[in-house]
């Protein structure tokens, strides 16, 4: 996903900004924007007008009633284009409106087919992927799923220029239909992550007949699929979804779903507790969340809490003296307390992390926790004085955050306060703040010397989590890294060894000996600490007691299709 120095509510791959992640040069381009648009729950799009599909009419939503169900979000979707779309709502609608190549196991992260019938065929130099793909699924509009629009979809993604688009067309060589139910796609190089870029909710196949290939050619205000839901309407304030009757996977339990886009947290958190809402789902602030968890079971609804995947967590600059030293950022991740920020910062709404890769990852290793602990005082003031740092010579460390985001001004000074009362005058913590455009303009100079951010994947695979933060393509141990993943990041870390093993575990094909490598990254990133993992956001859904079938994927997907009442 992405980087976001403003804190949101969250989910998906892009939580908001899914920032990827896979070239992140490429999403530079979007990162300040899109981090901002998302943070002000806004569209930076143009104005919408109220769209009404051939699939149905465009109504006011009234009280929730028969098999419907009404749910409220602060969330907005600028685009319904899964060629230009990269926002956390949009996602969400894409994936309840279309399908995918490939989709996650409920409650898992683990890939399945969903359009294509098995997992890819890959040859022998990882390059060349061949997908069967499902019979006797159609569109929409009624026109028939085959490899060519599949391979017209993905073309199209890539080429009309949208805000993704990178996110293939970095990877892909050529795609083409070598059957009529046969996908071949040829890679620039090997990338054993691909399948999970295949689930990416902008890679779902649209109707040849009602979209076009250009630059600049989308569709914002409709969107014709192969998906469980139709959408009947698509205006400012209501989005409508009607079950697809016609659709060749299981029926949804629902008649449809009717959103209502809210303009603030406290009328989505008054029109739920007094009873217009069936689900309100993003952005609650912490107290309206913890007010609706503590009434719960006296107001009559549900509270589904969920991990999600995005990680928080601490830049440490290499380039700045004395985080040049080993010893000084290692010291820094022994003094961090992460049950104490929950306690203080969080209430509870947040999960301790030891790694990059977050706990819901197959792959995640708590390695912060083996090497470090939390709050290790004793360890860190060792380490500190063997690199020369005490009472008389302190360390004194910025920690630098974007000043619209209240949630890391908290985390900033709830650090400061722990470590300056239990390091005995070694340490020195002084909160710094910059507005959100500038910190990312500044980010890759080596302006700061630590930031407070977080992190957004695209795609459900450790590689998310580990080459953005961990690659370097030109550098030297002694220099740093000069060009390349790291140094846009702001970490400036520069290891051979990682490189190697984030190359290997690209080309890797044994899940098995893939495992392996992420471990070894892992266990080096908390050897050499370019980065102290630090949090884990909680996602929250609340419901009526008679609505079941509310669950936020480990993938992030929220399938309103289970839903029912």
């Known amino acids: 996903m992405k980087n976001s120095w403003v804190g949101v509510g969250a989910v998906f791959g892009r939580r908001s900004f899914s920032v990827s992640f896979l070239s992140r040069r490429h999403f530079l381009r979007y990162w300040g924007l899109f981090s901002i648009c998302l943070a002000l729950v806004v569209s930076c799009g143009s104005p919408r007008t109220t769209t009404t599909t051939t699939t149905g009419t465009a109504s006011p939503i009234a009280a929730s009633e028969g098999g419907r169900v009404t749910m409220?979000?602060?969330?907005?979707?600028?685009?319904?284009?899964?060629?230009?779309?990269?926002?956390?709502?949009p996602g969400i609608l894409l994936s309840n409106l279309g399908d995918r190549l490939y989709t996650y196991k409920p409650g898992t992260t683990e890939l399945t087919p969903q359009l294509a019938t098995a997992m890819p065929t890959v040859s022998d130099d990882g390059l060349t992927y061949t997908i069967p793909m499902r019979e006797g699924v159609k569109f929409h509009d009624g026109e028939p799923l085959n490899a060519e629009a599949m391979a017209f979809s993905l073309k199209?993604?890539?080429?009309?220029?949208?805000?993704?688009?990178?996110?293939?067309?970095?990877?892909?060589?050529?795609?083409?239909?070598?059957?009529?139910?046969?996908?071949?796609?040829?890679?620039?190089?090997?990338?054993?992550?691909?399948?999970?870029?295949?689930a990416f909710s902008g890679a779902t196949p649209v109707s040849p007949k009602a979209y076009q290939i250009g630059s600049g050619q989308f569709q914002p205000n409709s969107f014709v699929g192969t998906g469980p839901y139709k959408l009947a309407q698509f205006s400012p304030d209501t989005i409508r979804l009607d079950a697809n009757p016609d659709y060749w996977g299981d029926q949804p339990a629902n008649e449809g779903v009717d959103i209502q886009l809210i303009a603030s947290s406290a009328n989505l958190y008054n029109t739920f507790k007094?009873?217009?809402?069936d689900v309100a789902y993003q952005t609650l602030d912490p107290d309206q969340i913890r007010s609706l968890v503590k009434d719960a079971q006296a107001g009559g609804w549900n509270v589904i809490e969920s991990g999600s995947n995005v990680v928080n967590y601490l830049v440490?600059?290499?380039?700045?003296?004395?985080?040049?030293?080993?010893?000084?950022?290692?010291?820094l991740a022994a003094m961090v307390n992460r049950p104490l920020l929950d306690e203080r910062v969080f209430q509870g709404q947040a999960e301790a992390l030891y790694s990059l890769v977050p706990t819901n990852s197959s792959?995640?290793?708590?390695?912060?926790?083996?090497?470090?602990?939390?709050?290790?005082?004793?360890?860190?003031?060792?380490?500190?004085?063997?690199?020369?740092?005490?009472?008389?010579?302190?360390?004194?460390?910025e920690i630098w955050y974007s000043s619209s985001s209240a949630k890391r001004n908290l985390v900033a000074t709830t650090l400061k306060a722990a470590i300056e009362r239990d390091m005995g005058g070694m340490v020195k913590i002084e909160p710094k703040t910059v507005e959100g455009a500038t910190l990312f303009e500044n980010l890759d100079k080596g302006t700061y010397p630590s930031v407070l951010l977080d992190w957004y994947p695209d795609y459900a695979d450790a590689d998310a989590f580990i080459e953005p933060f961990m690659s370097c393509t030109k550098g030297s141990v002694a220099a740093g890294c000069e060009e390349g993943q790291s140094q846009v990041?702001?970490?400036?870390?520069?290891?051979?060894?990682?490189?190697?093993?984030?190359?290997?575990?690209?080309?890797?094909?044994?899940?098995?000996?893939r495992k392996q490598q992420f471990e070894d990254l892992?266990?080096?990133l908390a050897e050499d600490v370019p980065y102290i993992p630090l949090w884990q956001d909680k996602d929250y859904v609340f419901a009526k007691a008679q609505v079941e079938g509310v669950e936020i994927q480990p993938s992030q997907q929220f399938l309103f299709g289970q839903i029912k009442k």
């Open 72 to 89: 409220g979000t602060t969330l907005e979707a600028r685009t319904l284009d899964p060629a230009d779309a990269y926002e956390i709502f």
């Open 363 to 397: 792959d995640y290793k708590p390695v912060f926790k083996e090497a470090y602990g939390d709050g290790n005082m004793e360890k860190a003031k060792a380490l500190l004085t063997e690199a020369g740092i005490s009472e008389s010579n302190p360390l004194t460390l």
């Open 156 to 198: 199209r993604f890539m080429e009309n220029g949208g805000r993704p688009a990178f996110l293939l067309s970095d990877r892909i060589e050529s795609v083409e239909a070598s059957g009529e139910t046969e996908l071949t796609i040829t890679l620039k190089e090997p990338f054993a992550a691909f399948p999970a870029l295949l």
């Open 489 to 513: 990041g702001g970490s400036f870390y520069y290891s051979p060894k990682a490189n190697d093993l984030i190359k290997a575990q690209r080309t890797e094909q044994d899940a098995a000996a």
């Open 274 to 277: 007094t009873g217009g809402l």
């Open 522 to 524: 892992q266990e080096l």
């Open 316 to 331: 440490l600059n290499q380039k700045s003296k004395p985080l040049d030293d080993v010893r000084v950022r290692q010291a």
